[in-house]
């Protein structure tokens, strides 16, 4: 049987943790964070991430700050953001330094996001981000 791999959800509310680990469960790994600052204590205690998707709008720390400082340690994970709201200038500008590889708009569509994914981790050998 193929090894899942594993994924880090960062997102300050409760009830889009459980949703997102129920819906992807079977397909990948999943481990969740109630913070950006706790994404960071994960990523810095467990080695074997391979994908990040982090929530935009979060107390303390927003989805690409806490992005920002997850890439200064971990550059080979594959990042995305998911929103609420429309695309902002900031998450734009994400996009255009390869900061992360896509967004998610809320409410999000369970395949688009799985496919994404299985198109990044298929392209990680040719694409650098």
Known sequence: MEKKINILYVDDEQINLQLFSMLFEKKFNIITALSGSEGLNILNTNKDFSIVISDMKMPGMNGIEFIKKAKEEHQNIRYFILTGFEI??????????????SYFKKPFIPIEVETKINEVLNNTSSNTF
């Open 88 to 101: 902002t200038q900031e998450i734009s500008d994400a996009l255009k330094q390869k900061i992360i590889c």
